[in-house]
């Protein structure tokens, strides 16, 4: 079993409509969780970090579940900009070691 | 905020050569990089941790030999491709942590812009 686990999509979405996907993680010793953006051949970036109460940065809101060990994304109102690879990320333990998921494709369609 | 810059982000070369790349921390010093490969469709492969001052930690799978890292400073991590085969095309991609953060699981983990290794 990987050690974080992603749907890889794609997930194709109108524009305007709303999107969520999971991730699912085996470490129940994991201590911090982020979401990341990667476009075709450019490196990750930081989307948002995940809080163990929810936390939403305006269309995007992350979910963490630790009892089932999962972590969510919601995209609403999507954008046709939004199209990307959303990257779970999971760390824990010492040198602030992450491991990725596999990614999560999304398109956004007009 | 915090710049990580890697170079080169493009290079070719011939099947047996080396390759160096660079991964510097701009504005911040670093004692901990982060060396990663990814294949096209795939996610990030933790290859090794580069430690200033230290030797690299590899993950399991990795041949050390064959990856050569080398942090001698603060500022700077390297990573050389030893005897390149056409397998090892692919992305590579360095990230650092700040010295300063005090958040030890915090999301201050920055990336350089990766670079794109083709061995023909």
């Known amino acids: 079993r990987k050690e974080v686990e992603q749907d890889p999509g794609p997930f194709n979405v109108p524009e305007g409509a709303t999107v969520a996907f999971n991730c699912t993680y085996s470490n129940s010793a994991s201590q911090s969780f982020f979401w990341y953006r990667q476009d075709c051949r450019k490196e990750p970036k930081l989307l948002m970090s995940v809080y163990s109460s929810g936390n939403e940065d305006g269309r995007f809101t992350a979910q963490l579940n630790r009892a089932s060990q999962y972590i969510s994304l919601l995209i609403r109102d999507s954008k046709l900009s939004d199209s990307a690879t959303y990257l779970c990320?999971?760390?824990?333990?010492?040198?602030?070691?992450?491991?990725f998921g596999g990614g999560t494709r999304v398109l956004v369609k007009p | 905020g915090a710049v990580v810059s890697q170079h080169p982000s493009w290079v070719i070369c011939k099947s047996g050569t080396s390759v160096k790349i660079e991964c510097r921390s701009l504005?911040?010093?670093?004692?901990?990089m982060f060396w990663y490969r990814q294949f096209p469709k795939q996610s990030l492969m933790l290859m090794a941790t580069s430690n200033e001052g230290s030797k690299a930690t590899y993950e399991q799978g990795v041949e050390k030999d064959k990856f050569l890292i080398n942090h001698a400073s603060l500022t700077l991590s390297t990573l050389t491709v030893t005897s390149a085969h056409p397998e090892d095309s692919s992305f590579y991609i360095c990230s650092a942590r700040d010295l300063r953060d005090g958040n030890y699981y915090g999301n201050t983990i920055y990336f350089g812009e990766g670079s794109w290794l083709t061995v023909v």
């Open positions: 504005d911040f010093q670093a004692t901990t």
């Open positions: 990320v999971v760390g824990g333990g010492a040198g602030n070691k992450l491991t």
